[in-house]
């Protein structure tokens, strides 16, 4: 079986972008339906004024057609995905939007029917007054339904977002705040319902209502009226079966796939000697998931990503070629021919691979988990800084005196790292590494790394004139920043895991910072730096070294330390 090609009207990313759309367009028109029963807190009367302009959005042609349309394709795409989906098996937080999305329907569809569609059909008023006083006062039972269906349908729409942005580089510094907004909407919704509940439960407030005649005789006619009542049940029949009858046609035809697919299987052999066999169609990441064995993907293997790699061992002239999205992704690792993504392999025969990132046995992760995840490339900024001659300083002094010194430097670099925004990675010897740009932009990364390596310099100045009397030569130091792109994660062994970066960036800024010794400078920062911080560099020396692993020479800023303790203004 072969897969969907990446391009074209029907391709996986067009599906996949049609899904989110519509998704987005019902997250919208919930996010403005739960506002509005939050004006309630206020009063019955507020939340009618805002429902005008809600319903001025979404009552009119174009909004209902906008509307309905995005409920119907979501509901075909989510239907299709699940069917398409060779296993079930999958991280908690999917099934869980899969499950809570199919629940939407089955919680909603009378509320839909006791609203649009009996305004749409009878004229009923749908106004506040008429649906909490019946699903407060006359069916609190069916308005406990609707109170879970605000929680299924807002919980399934806030994991579609999390998932749709959680690789963003501006995600984690937002995520709080979307976070805290989450959590208040529907539960200000509910707040809303249940004060309007109260409200028009209160005699009181019953007695000095005024409702129009018209508005009492139309809902009294779509009330009482037996004709009206066995129209609304037809409806209701031909919604609940139209539903179920698609979902009992999706289990159905995975069903008959699963029958046609066990006479037509093939194996996927790993290092470790597990064979895992599988229906042909299956891809090699569902492979691993089926037979329990971790295997990393990230991007929850839409091909966007490539953790779940693998390297075929054996011949991979003949399988499946891969696609124009899975061609993008490997290209950008500069994968070889024999490197696959595990997640868009479906072999068409037998095959060998080893995954080429493999999660830490010893941290004993289900196999699906989102924890095995190693991290994602991001553009940051990384700084180096040493002390010069250190051994020189401390030759003669008592360990004592070493430790002091060195916390004291410590506390310096950790201080203007912090307070510039960045995070201090770890300490090697004398050295330190700070990392900027975790929840940044790389411009505002390189101003960070470029605000600290100023208020490290001058910090250390004022702690060699209070030692000067005590140290055999002059406290310096040597600072190299970098900026690029590195795979930010946590790594380690046991309890001994941080998160730290690595790649090609973070060798370049450590030996910037070697070069900052050899040139005698306080800070030498390179080009991309410069140029993405705007730093005003006129009268800084430049030069170009050679950089191991790099074919061509790298441009960089050597700093004096005559000048590295002021902070570097912005062009123009």
Same mark, same amino acid.
């Given at each position: 079986? /072969?897969?969907?090609?990446?391009?074209?009207?029907?391709?996986?990313?067009?599906?996949?972008?049609?899904?989110? %759309?519509?998704?987005?367009?019902?997250?919208?028109?919930?996010?403005?339906?739960?506002?509005?029963?939050?004006?309630?807190?206020?009063?019955?009367?507020?939340?009618?004024?805002?429902?005008?302009?809600?319903?001025?959005?979404?009552?009119?042609?174009?909004?209902?057609?906008?509307?309905?349309?995005?409920?119907?394709?979501?509901?075909?795409?989510?239907?299709?995905?699940?069917?398409?989906?060779?296993?079930?098996?999958?991280?908690?937080?999917?099934?869980?939007? @899969?499950?809570?999305?199919?629940?939407?329907?089955?919680?909603?569809?009378?509320?839909?029917?006791?609203?649009?569609?009996?305004?749409?059909?009878?004229?009923?008023?749908?106004?506040?007054?008429?649906?909490?006083?019946?699903?407060? *006062?006359?069916?609190?039972?069916?308005?406990?339904?609707?109170? $879970? =269906?605000?929680?299924?349908?807002?919980?399934?729409?806030?994991?579609?977002?999390?998932?749709?942005?959680?690789? &963003?580089?501006?995600?984690?510094?937002?995520?709080?705040?979307?976070?805290?907004?989450?959590?208040?909407?529907?539960?200000?919704?509910?707040?809303?319902?249940?004060?309007?509940?109260?409200?028009?439960?209160?005699?009181?407030?019953?007695?000095?209502?005024? @409702?129009?005649?018209?508005?009492?005789?139309?809902?009294?006619?779509? /009330?009482?009226? #037996?004709?009206?009542?066995?129209?609304?049940?037809?409806?209701?029949?031909?919604?609940?079966?139209?539903?179920?009858?698609?979902?009992?046609?999706?289990?159905?035809?995975?069903?008959?796939?699963?029958?046609?697919?066990?006479?037509?299987?093939?194996?996927?052999?790993?290092?470790?000697?597990?064979?895992?066999?599988?229906?042909?169609?299956?891809?090699?990441?569902?492979?691993?998931?089926?037979?329990?064995?971790?295997?990393?993907?990230?991007?929850?293997?839409?091909?966007?990503?490539?953790?779940? &790699?693998?390297?075929?061992? =054996?011949?991979?002239?003949?399988?499946?070629?891969?696609?124009?999205?899975?061609?993008?992704?490997?290209? &950008?690792?500069?994968?070889?021919?024999?490197?696959?993504?595990?997640?868009?392999?479906?072999?068409?025969?037998?095959?060998?691979?080893?995954?080429?990132?493999?999660?830490?046995?010893?941290?004993?992760?289900?196999?699906?988990?989102?924890? /095995?995840?190693?991290?994602?490339? &991001?553009?940051?900024?990384?700084?180096?800084?040493?002390?010069?001659?250190?051994?020189?300083?401390?030759?003669?002094?008592?360990?004592?005196?070493?430790?002091?010194?060195?916390?004291?430097?410590?506390?310096?670099?950790?201080?203007?790292?912090?307070?510039?925004?960045?995070?201090?990675?770890?300490?090697?010897?004398? %050295?330190?590494?700070?990392?900027?740009?975790?929840?940044?932009?790389?411009?505002?990364?390189?101003?960070?790394?470029?605000?600290?390596?100023?208020?490290?310099?001058?910090?250390?100045?004022?702690?060699?004139?209070?030692?000067?009397?005590?140290?055999?030569? #002059?406290?310096?130091?040597?600072?190299?920043?970098?900026?690029?792109?590195?795979?930010? =994660?946590?790594?380690?062994?046991?309890?001994?895991?941080?998160? /730290?970066?690595?790649?090609?960036?973070?060798?370049?800024?450590?030996?910037?910072?070697?070069?900052?010794?050899?040139?005698?400078?306080?800070?030498?920062?390179?080009?991309?730096?410069?140029?993405?911080?705007?730093?005003?560099?006129?009268?800084?020396?430049?030069?170009? *070294?050679?950089?191991?692993?790099?074919?061509?020479?790298?441009?960089?800023?050597?700093?004096?330390?005559?000048?590295?303790?002021?902070? $570097?203004?912005?062009?123009?």
């Amino acid at each position: 079986m /072969t897969t969907v090609s990446a391009t074209g009207i029907f391709s996986e990313r067009t599906i996949r972008r049609a899904r989110l %759309g519509s998704g987005l367009v019902i997250f919208i028109f919930v996010l403005l339906h739960l506002s509005n029963h939050a004006i309630g807190l206020i009063s019955v009367a507020a939340a009618d004024k805002g429902a005008h302009l809600f319903l001025m959005i979404w009552r009119n042609p174009v909004g209902t057609a906008i509307f309905y349309s995005s409920v119907l394709i979501h509901i075909a795409l989510v239907l299709r995905a699940i069917y398409m989906r060779r296993s079930l098996v999958m991280p908690k937080g999917e099934m869980a939007q @899969i499950v809570l999305g199919l629940m939407i329907p089955l919680l909603l569809i009378d509320h839909v029917i006791g609203t649009r569609i009996a305004h749409a059909f009878y004229g009923y008023i749908d106004d506040y007054d008429a649906v909490v006083s019946m699903l407060w *006062i006359r069916n609190p039972t069916n308005g406990m339904r609707q109170a $879970l =269906g605000v929680v299924a349908v807002w919980i399934h729409g806030c994991i579609g977002i999390h998932f749709w942005l959680r690789y &963003r580089p501006w995600y984690p510094a937002f995520a709080p705040l979307l976070l805290a907004l989450a959590i208040l909407v529907p539960v200000l919704s509910l707040l809303g319902f249940v004060e309007m509940g109260r409200t028009l439960a209160d005699p009181s407030y019953r007695q000095a209502m005024t @409702i129009s005649a018209y508005k009492e005789g139309v809902n009294t006619h779509y /009330t009482s009226n #037996p004709e009206v009542h066995r129209q609304v049940a037809m409806i209701r029949a031909g919604l609940y079966g139209a539903f179920s009858a698609s979902l009992l046609i999706v289990v159905v035809a995975r069903a008959r796939r699963k029958l046609k697919e066990r006479l037509d299987q093939v194996a996927v052999h790993y290092p470790g000697g597990e064979v895992i066999r599988v229906p042909r169609g299956f891809s090699v990441l569902e492979a691993s998931r089926l037979g329990g064995l971790p295997h990393y993907s990230v991007c929850g293997g839409k091909g966007q990503c490539s953790t779940c &790699r693998v390297q075929i061992l =054996g011949d991979y002239e003949n399988l499946p070629a891969p696609d124009k999205m899975e061609q993008t992704t490997l290209r &950008r690792i500069n994968a070889g021919p024999d490197v696959r993504l595990a997640c868009q392999l479906r072999p068409n025969s037998d095959v060998a691979v080893a995954p080429l990132l493999v999660p830490a046995v010893e941290a004993a992760l289900p196999a699906n988990s989102q924890e /095995t995840s190693p991290g994602r490339e &991001r553009e940051i900024a990384v700084l180096f800084v040493d002390i010069r001659h250190f051994t020189t300083l401390t030759e003669t002094r008592l360990p004592f005196d070493v430790v002091f010194l060195l916390n004291r430097y410590f506390a310096i670099i950790g201080k203007a790292v912090e307070q510039a925004g960045g995070r201090l990675d770890k300490f090697i010897g004398d %050295g330190a590494m700070a990392l900027f740009g975790l929840g940044t932009t790389p411009e505002e990364a390189c101003r960070q790394a470029l605000n600290a390596a100023a208020a490290i310099v001058a910090e250390i100045e004022k702690l060699a004139a209070e030692l000067a009397d005590e140290l055999a030569l #002059p406290l310096r130091i040597a600072i190299g920043i970098h900026t690029g792109p590195a795979v930010v =994660g946590t790594m380690g062994y046991g309890r001994v895991r941080s998160m /730290t970066a690595i790649g090609d960036t973070v060798n370049v800024a450590s030996r910037l910072e070697s070069a900052a010794k050899e040139f005698e400078a306080a800070i030498v920062i390179s080009e991309p730096v410069a140029s993405l911080s705007g730093a005003d560099l006129s009268g800084i020396e430049s030069r170009e *070294i050679s950089v191991r692993g790099r074919a061509l020479p790298l441009k960089v800023y050597v700093i004096p330390r005559e000048k590295a303790a002021e902070p $570097l203004e912005g062009k123009g």
